[in-house]
């Protein structure tokens, strides 16, 4: 293995990561979950019928990044709106967005879980199931550095020529390791 992911068999994955691997992404992810926020009623979750009648915001985050994660559900704020179309995007993000964010953190939870499973280094072997998660979590990294990084797609290509000085030019390598990685792996469990 080559850092990426490969083909572990029955729609599974499996990748060799370092120590130095394994720290970026946990450290990725916990600050994944520290953006996602914790769930309805905190961190203790204790009553599963006050989560299940919880309702959630009815305006887009400030955060450009959690908008991202969490966009509007009707053409979004570039995207001319009436009132009518305001209140309905605002309905569908009340009723949505609470399990949209149990879904994100869920992903999130399970890379790190994994990680620390890990114990450093080693190869990781992820099971179908926790492929979808990994894809999530991955996929969600992706876009909050796309969105921190200011990426679009006409100057994706400009990311790989940034010089060394760059400040920005870790978070771009992150940013272009976790497309790879993410890549690898839908590779990984379509084969």
Request: hydrophobic share 45%; glycine share 10%.
């Amino acid at each position: 293995m080559a850092g990426l992911f490969e083909s572990a068999g029955g729609g599974g994955a499996a990748i060799a990561l370092d120590e130095v691997e394994a720290s970026i992404l946990r450290s990725l992810e916990v600050q994944m979950l520290e953006l996602i926020g914790p769930g309805p009623g905190g961190d203790d979750g204790d009553d599963p019928l006050a989560a299940l009648f919880a309702e959630g915001p009815s305006e887009a985050p400030a955060d450009p990044a959690l908008a991202r994660l969490f966009p509007d559900a009707y053409g979004g704020p570039a995207a001319p709106q009436d009132e009518e179309t305001r209140a309905a995007a605002a309905e569908f993000r009340r009723y949505t967005e609470l399990d949209l964010r149990a879904r994100k953190r869920d992903d999130a939870l399970q890379v790190v879980r994994a990680l620390d499973g890990l114990g450093g280094a080693g190869v990781l072997k992820l099971a179908a199931a926790d492929c979808l998660h990994w894809l999530g979590a991955l996929n969600d990294l992706r876009l909050t550095l796309g969105v921190r990084l200011e990426v679009s797609e006409e100057d994706e290509q400009g990311l790989y020529d940034l010089p060394d000085a760059d400040e920005r030019k870790p978070l771009v390598m992150a940013y272009l390791w976790l497309g790879a990685l993410q890549e690898s792996l839908l590779e990984a469990i379509t084969d």
